[in-house]
């Protein structure tokens, strides 16, 4: 069964306001959450990596006021895209590692910006 | 730091043939290489992986293999079937020095595989 679960699966905003993406690790504990983002036909970009109860880490170039990472218990994660623009459109996939170090990813959520 | 190199980047074949992508290195502390499937839409897949002290591993219709000496891996699919069509990413995992340890998958571009019935 599924490891990790995301809400939503796509979202459509305005440009200008906030959106939140859940993450879920089901089942296990995970030592560390990822955020990634996807952009057609290409690979995944880490943005950060986030711990429970600490501050994520922002990968290089990736704007921490922007994308605001909240890892408020050890399965739950959330990803909050501010003051939204077109250029924030995206697939974004959160990702859990378990204490085994496997790494699992989530179904993924399309965001759109209008 | 770690640079992972995938190919094909593209691979078509004809169902039940068998399929091979390849994945190379650069960093030697590299110790864990997963592989995973995406299909259009849907979030990465774990269809298998290897840890740097075994040198192949198989899962049914699928087998990973690592050559830890050439710093290379490949995923082989035998017997493909449609449904094996997908893009697959290869995946090695660094340690990140003076970051407390933390460590984090770096991706290959991906193959797309096509398998025409």
């Known amino acids: 069964g599924a490891v990790v679960s995301q809400h939503p699966s796509r979202v459509i905003c305005k440009s200008g306001t906030s959106v939140k993406i859940e993450c879920r690790s089901l089942?296990?504990?995970?030592?560390?959450m990822f955020w990634y983002r996807q952009f057609p036909k290409q690979s995944l970009m880490l943005m950060a990596t986030?711990?429970?109860?600490?501050?994520?880490?922002?990968e290089q170039g990736v704007e921490k006021d922007k994308f605001l990472i909240n890892h408020a218990s050890l399965t739950l994660s959330t990803l909050t895209v501010t003051s939204a623009h077109p250029e924030d459109s995206s697939f974004y996939i959160c990702?859990?590692?378990?204490?085994?170090?496997?790494?699992?990813f989530g179904p993924g959520t399309r965001l759109t910006v209008l | 730091g770690e640079n992972v190199e995938q190919h094909p980047s593209t691979l078509s074949v004809q169902e039940g043939d068998s399929a091979v992508i390849k994945c190379t290195y650069s960093?030697?502390?590299?110790?864990?290489f997963p592989w995973y499937k995406q299909e259009l839409g849907k979030g990465p897949q774990l269809i298998i992986d290897?840890?740097?002290?075994?040198g192949e591993k198989k899962d049914q219709r699928i087998a990973v293999t690592l050559n830890k000496t050439a710093k290379h891996f490949s995923l082989h699919i035998t017997e493909t079937q449609p449904e094996d069509s997908a893009v697959y990413f290869c995946?090695?995992?660094?340690?990140?020095?003076?970051?407390?340890?933390?460590?984090?998958?770096?991706f290959g571009k991906g193959t797309k595989l096509t398998v025409n019935p």
């Open positions: 990702s859990v590692r378990l204490v085994t170090d496997t790494q699992y």
């Open positions: 089942d296990f504990q995970a030592t560390t």
């Open positions: 986030s711990n429970e109860g600490s501050k994520a880490t922002y």
């Open positions: 960093d030697s502390a590299s110790n864990y």
């Open positions: 290897i840890r740097s002290n075994v």
């Open positions: 995946a090695a995992r660094r340690l990140l020095l003076g970051k407390g340890g933390s460590e984090k998958l770096v």
